[in-house]
């Protein structure tokens, strides 16, 4: 149904622009055209030629866009999804040891709270894979968590 409108976009746009020029002509009060209806069809008729522009040039402004260029970032945007849903425990860890260091020099008390925050996470995540049977969404204190992961 979807492929049918984009394919004959223009048609449907004709149909709507003839239906209300009729209802402009012979006033009918429920069908109102102003200027953001004409401009909705001018949208609605030129959407699918909107893959065929490849200049735009406004004032000072000038963009181009080449097909070629759009379908490199598209693979490439792609490939590093696929990436990103394989992340490394070591770029994470190295990722949160640069964040505490930075920390350190400016705010060695935030540093503190960081690795604090840091360190309970790593024991919920370390509970939850070694208690799968515990489905309990209470928090639990840290010195808790120790000593039912020791347990």
């Given at each position: 149904m979807k492929r049918f409108i984009v394919n004959?976009?223009?048609?449907?746009?004709l149909l709507l622009g003839l239906g209300m020029l009729v209802?402009?002509?012979?006033?009918?009060?429920?069908?109102?055209v102003d200027n953001t209806s004409i401009i909705l069809l001018l949208v609605i008729l030129l959407s699918p030629f909107i893959t065929a522009i490849t200049r735009i040039k406004y004032g000072d402004f000038e963009a181009e866009i080449d097909p070629k260029e759009v379908q490199k970032i598209k693979n490439e945007?792609?490939?590093q999804t696929v990436n990103a849903n394989?992340?490394?425990?070591?770029?994470?860890?190295?990722?949160?040891?640069?964040?505490?260091?930075?920390?350190v020099e400016s705010d060695p008390i935030?540093?503190?709270?960081k690795l604090r925050i840091e360190l309970e996470k790593a024991l919920n995540r370390l509970f939850r894979m070694t208690h799968t049977e515990d489905k309990s969404k209470r928090?639990?204190?840290?010195?808790?968590?120790?000593?039912?992961i020791v347990e």
């Open positions: 004959h976009a223009w048609w449907i746009t209802a402009h002509t012979f006033s009918f009060d429920r069908v109102k945007v792609s490939a394989e992340p490394t425990q070591n770029s994470e860890v190295e990722e949160t040891i640069n964040s505490i260091s930075a920390l935030l540093a503190l709270a928090v639990v204190s840290p010195m808790q968590l120790i000593q039912k």
